[in-house]
T-cell receptor, first 109, second 112 residues
Framework: GIQVEQSPPDLILQEGANSTLRCNFSDSVNNLQWFHQNPWGQLINLFYIPSGTKQNGRLSATTVATERYSLLYISSSQTTDSGVYFCAVGSGNTGKLIFGQGTTLQVKP | NAGVTQTPKFQVLKTGQSMTLQCAQDMNHEYMSWYRQDPGMGLRLIHYSVGAGITDQGEVPNGYNVSRSTTEDFPLRLLSAAPSQTSVYFC???????????FGQGTRLTVV
């Protein structure tokens, strides 16, 4: 099956700093999503981005499907950005998602 | 439009008890799935459904049953709870098999 690797596993930032999270996957995908799991455990949809580039406020994401990676950019980080960021990928037409292990982000005031 | 609703939010079971985790979606999505999340790990797929009457196993199906009698509901049954099933359970739905998935708020299950 498809393998998903996220890096770095942990990240500590000062408020206002920028960061880049990476997601590598081992095979072709037709579904790629980024999620933020907040400290209360909720999974928040950030981006649905099987290819291309999208931006939403301070967050943006780029997926280069031919090279099998995706990047999530967080600019001017805030303490509310803290939590775990997951990349999840899918292929075929089953709705199944394979999750990476996540990147735990801590933003200090 | 509530999205994906899971009940209960918290549950404590004794070893050997059975229970059903409920999942309902009001977006008329065909595809639904159940995942479990263990500490420090990503989510792993338990069972999934591509439409009413159709279900299949995911990565970690042992000890769980599902059925899909309606488009809206996808309950997950624990037949005989074991401590290894202590986890947070998430239900998800999507319009098609490769479009954006939306998750419920999770059910935190403890088996003692």
């Amino acid at each position: 099956g498809i393998q998903v690797e996220q890096s770095p596993p942990d990240l500590i930032l000062q408020e206002g700093a920028n960061s880049t999270l990476r997601c590598n996957f081992s095979d072709s995908v037709n579904n790629l999503q980024w999620f933020h799991q907040n400290p209360w455990g909720q999974l928040i949809n950030l981006f649905y981005i099987p290819s291309g580039t999208k931006q939403n406020g301070r967050l943006s994401a780029t997926t280069v499907a031919t090279e099998r990676y995706s990047l999530l950019y967080i600019s001017s980080s805030q303490t509310t950005d803290s939590g775990v960021y997951f990349c999840a990928v899918g292929s075929g037409n089953t709705g199944k998602l394979i999750f990476g292990q996540g990147t735990t982000l801590q933003v200090k005031p | 439009n509530a999205g994906v609703t899971q009940t209960p939010k918290f549950q404590v079971l004794k070893t050997g008890q059975s229970m059903t985790l409920q999942c309902a979606q009001d977006m008329n999505h065909e595809y639904m799935s159940w995942y479990r999340q263990d500490p420090g790990m990503g989510l792993r797929l338990i069972h999934y459904s591509v439409g009413a009457g159709i279900t299949d196993q995911g990565e970690v199906p042992n000890g769980y049953n599902v059925s899909r009698s309606t488009t809206e509901d996808f309950p997950l049954r624990l037949l005989s709870a074991a401590p290894s099933q202590t986890s947070v359970y998430f239900c998800a739905s999507s319009r098609t098999g490769y479009t954006e998935a939306f998750f419920g708020q999770g059910t935190r299950l403890t088996v003692v």
